[in-house]
């Protein structure tokens, strides 16, 4: 840092772009802010997916129950925001924390009375993959959310084994690929319990819902989820293909 800086320093740089701005809720400038396809309206009243304005429950959870009660997403899962789930899992953008864990925050707020939460918990990476990766996405994710929200954070599941990725695999597959892979880490205090359980991606629900799964057998009360961002309902991602 030069002589000037030290007593004038400059604006905060943009975490994805390194252009500096006017530091606002979130740490994104507005350009890279601009590139993100928020989820405002027009979801999926179960699971958050952006849905035909028609319509009130989307493919998939028309075909399929869930474990948990309901479900949110902040974003679609194109163009920024899936720039920056990949530079954050793949590329090491660690800072990305904040402000995506600070949207996560944000549409927590919007979506759930999380007051009510009793813990909130994430989907766990197997061992393998945290020795690759370095870091588990989604519990720096929840921590910022545990932070911002002032709810305990907590690890309660674990991976039995490392399992394919679920975005190569059809839905068939997804759910013979996480059959019973969760175990549970933490044995004790989640009877009668309310819990939040926070993800980066939400495709089908087969992930959070495996883990769900595993959660009510240990007598957790009520699973809400919030996600980053989630794909397109079936239906409505076939007629954006055809633009």
Same mark, same amino acid.
């Given at each position: 840092?030069?002589?000037?800086?030290?007593?004038?320093?400059?604006?905060?740089?943009?975490?994805?772009?390194?252009?500096?701005?006017?530091?606002?809720?979130?740490?994104?400038?507005?350009?890279?802010?601009?590139?993100?396809?928020?989820?405002?309206?027009?979801?999926?009243?179960?699971?958050?997916?952006?849905?035909?304005?028609?319509?009130?429950?989307?493919?998939?959870?028309?075909?399929?129950?869930?474990?948990?009660?309901?479900?949110?997403?902040?974003?679609?899962?194109?163009?920024?925001?899936?720039?920056?789930?990949?530079?954050?899992?793949?590329?090491?953008?660690?800072?990305?924390?904040?402000?995506?864990?600070?949207?996560?925050?944000?549409?927590?707020?919007?979506?759930?009375?999380?007051?009510?939460?009793?813990?909130?918990?994430?989907?766990?990476?197997?061992?393998?993959?945290?020795?690759?990766?370095?870091?588990?996405?989604?519990?720096?994710?929840?921590?910022?959310?545990?932070?911002? !929200?002032? /709810?305990?954070? *907590?690890? @309660?599941?674990?991976?039995?084994? &490392?399992?394919?990725?679920?975005?190569? #695999?059809?839905?068939?597959?997804?759910?013979?690929?996480?059959?019973?892979?969760?175990?549970?880490?933490?044995?004790?205090?989640?009877?009668?319990?309310?819990? !939040?359980? /926070?993800?980066? *991606?939400? @495709?089908?629900?087969?992930?959070? &819902?495996?883990?769900?799964?595993?959660? #009510?057998?240990?007598?957790?009360?009520?699973?809400?989820?919030?996600?980053?961002?989630?794909?397109?309902?079936?239906?409505?991602?076939?007629?954006?293909?055809?633009?």
């Amino acid at each position: 840092m030069g002589f000037i800086e030290l007593f004038y320093p400059g604006l905060p740089k943009c975490p994805v772009c390194q252009r500096e701005f006017d530091h606002g809720k979130i740490n994104l400038c507005d350009k890279c802010l601009d590139q993100i396809e928020f989820i405002k309206e027009d979801y999926c009243i179960e699971c958050g997916k952006l849905i035909f304005s028609n319509q009130k429950i989307c493919f998939d959870c028309k075909q399929n129950n869930h474990f948990f009660n309901k479900a949110r997403t902040v974003s679609v899962y194109e163009d920024g925001m899936k720039e920056y789930i990949k530079l954050f899992k793949y590329n090491k953008y660690r800072n990305l924390k904040e402000p995506l864990g600070d949207l996560l925050t944000i549409y927590i707020e919007r979506f759930y009375n999380y007051k009510n939460f009793d813990y909130i918990t994430y989907i766990p990476v197997h061992e393998t993959r945290l020795n690759e990766r370095g870091f588990n996405q989604a519990y720096l994710l929840a921590k910022r959310v545990s932070i911002n !929200l002032r /709810i305990p954070l *907590i690890s @309660t599941l674990c991976r039995k084994e &490392d399992t394919e990725k679920q975005s190569k #695999l059809s839905r068939k597959e997804r759910l013979l690929n996480l059959h019973n892979k969760f175990e549970i880490k933490l044995k004790r205090g989640l009877q009668s319990k309310k819990i !939040l359980l /926070i993800d980066d *991606i939400y @495709t089908t629900g087969t992930t959070v &819902d495996e883990a769900s799964k595993i959660l #009510l057998t240990e007598g957790v009360e009520d699973i809400k989820i919030i996600t980053l961002a989630a794909g397109r309902d079936f239906e409505l991602n076939q007629e954006f293909n055809k633009v």
